[in-house]
């Protein structure tokens, strides 16, 4: 089953008309995904990772935005398809877990309400089917008394029942791609993990293929079977999950790990923050976006700007200078900072 | 023998914190209650607007016919329940035939209000773009005229029935209804949930009429009520400048313009009650109104439901 090519992202730029001119928020992103597979898409906020995730979606606003370059979902062309036309997959065939949960439930409709609407628009379910399907869903996503929270309203429910719920009403629909965008914002730690590991069961159970957003690479290190690193729009790096880990070349993805604590140093050990603001997206620095913050950045790197190439089968890069093998990079987070 | 005398009180207390558990836990946590003011003042309301519907069949005298064998601008009495005006006629009939006017232009301009301002209201707040801002300049423009006048003088040159009357009214309350309408749509278009609920691949209607409306059908209610609680104000004040509903045919307004001329006492007479029963009754309507508005407003908003 596995391994049939699901998604091809191709060039993939997205750039937002502002009153200061265009806003380039997305920079030719390249991305593969097969069944059964999970990408993990990694940055720090306002990288672009989740205007990415939009825009495959085809969710941004086609008035403000100009999309260029290709979402191919099994060879049907995405990107600026007329929304009839995506309609029919959304849900069937792509869902999205937003980042959430405390804004993403209608608070005015019961959650079965939420649950049986796509099952009854799209699959054609009756009311009783629909209503079966929804109590094995809420079941499924380990909600304790899924007849009782059918009839409750959101406000009814904690943050991390909702996003069982937001779960669940993805799921709906058994979808072959599941979009989840960073799905466990807001939510405290032990939650978290129950919730990631709910995602990678289910995604296991039903032969999904999964884009995981985040700006934790603790979250997407146990998780994902290929990362991509995103750094004001661009891709800086792309490996295997195992690979990136074990050798790391790009500075960022590297300052990025060392900005996450580890449950394995002592208390009170500082963090590694890293220095300076992300770039400002209507002036772009010249050369690699990554050089004014960059410890090892040489004068070449504030000139000319990286290209993204592959040094080894899967693992690519942007970076002149890419840290080197006998430069140990740090140690891999551990799998959960809390056991499930 | 002290440990006895310790330990009973505390198991009573203990089994009346179980009761108050217990019945709390029966009580469904998503009901809430109106109270009684509230049903009060529907009832106001309805019985208003059944008596203004069924004003033929009530055992009425003519309230346009002046009975000529009882006093003129008699009080209160057996005869005529709330007394008579200068020409003789009943005023509790004059009373219950003008509600018709207040109702019929109050709840009928409001509807046209909101199926005029509203429904485009909720597309262009949703959909934006140019014909939004067209429609929100326009609104904007229309308000700016002050009503009063454009509705006096539309209604000197087009006449004065009720329909016509209405129909003015309800337009001229259509912009200011568009922009609530707007302003909360807007407020919600952009929310996750409306997101979530496209990428699960609801159609615009479907997104409109089940995600956007029911979080804005409270305002639209209260701001509804209210709307036609100021459309029953501004009917009176055309009235009471003689621009409503020709005479004889009673309204709230026309009788009230009537009895002004009778609580100097100019005419020779005086008659208070004139003033008093239809100032009165549209006073009950429209606090009724304004009641009922503000209590749906809470009852719908299940974001308040306790936990």
Known sequence: MSGRRLLEVDDLHVSFATSRGPLQAVQGVSLTLDQGKTLGIVGESGSGKTVLSRAIMGLLPRASTTQTGSVRYEGTELLNAPNDELRKLWSTHIAMVFQDPMTSLNPVQRIGNQITEPLKIHLKLSKSEAKETALSLLMQVGIPSPVERYEAYPAQLSGGMRQRVMIAIALACAPRLLMADEPTTGLDVTVQAQILDLLGQLQRDRDMAMILVTHDLGVVATRTDEIIVMYAGNVVERAPTNVLFKSMAMPYTEALLKSTPRIGEPSHTRLTAIEGRPPDLLNPPSGCPFSPRCPYAQDKCHVDKPPLVEASAGHSYACWFPLTANEPAPPAPEPDPVPA | ?307
């Open chain 2, 1 to 307: 023998m002290s440990s006895v005398s310790l330990t009973n009180p505390t198991h009573e207390a203990f089994a009346d914190i179980k009761d108050e558990i217990e019945a709390e836990e029966a009580a469904d946590p998503t009901k809430k209650k109106l109270g009684f003011l509230f049903w009060l003042c529907i009832g106001w309301i309805i019985l208003v607007a059944l008596a203004a519907t069924f004003a033929n069949l009530l055992p009425l005298p003519n309230p346009n016919l002046g009975n000529y064998n009882s006093v003129q601008n008699a009080g209160p009495g057996w005869g005529h329940l709330l007394g008579t005006d200068d020409l003789y006629r009943d005023i509790f009939s004059r009373l219950v035939y003008g509600a018709r006017v207040s109702i019929v232009v109050g709840f009928g301009g409001a509807i046209i209000g909101l199926v005029v301002g509203g429904i485009p209201a909720m597309i262009s707040a949703y959909r934006r773009g140019r014909i939004d801002t067209a429609l929100n300049t326009g609104s904007y423009i229309v308000l700016a005229f002050p009503a009063i006048v454009a509705v006096i003088a539309i209604v000197s040159f087009w006449g004065k029935s009720l329909f016509k009357i209405t129909l003015i009214i309800g337009l001229f309350a259509a912009p200011l209804i568009f922009r609530v309408v707007r302003a909360s749509t807007l407020s919600y278009a952009t929310r996750d949930f409306v997101l979530a609920a496209k990428a699960l691949g609801a159609s615009d209607t479907r997104i409109l009429s089940r995600e956007i409306l029911p979080n804005i059908m409270p305002t639209i209610v209260s701001f509804g009520l209210i709307a036609v609680a100021t459309i029953v104000v501004l009917e009176g004040s055309l009235a009471f400048l003689g621009l409503s509903v020709p005479p004889p045919t009673p309204s709230w307004g026309n009788m009230l313009n009537e009895g002004s001329t009778l609580l100097t006492g100019a005419k020779g007479q005086t008659n208070p009650w004139l003033v008093i029963f239809p100032a009165g009754a549209m006073f009950l309507l429209l606090i009724s109104l304004n009641v009922v508005a503000d209590k749906l407003r809470a009852y719908f908003d299940v974001s308040e439901i306790k936990l």
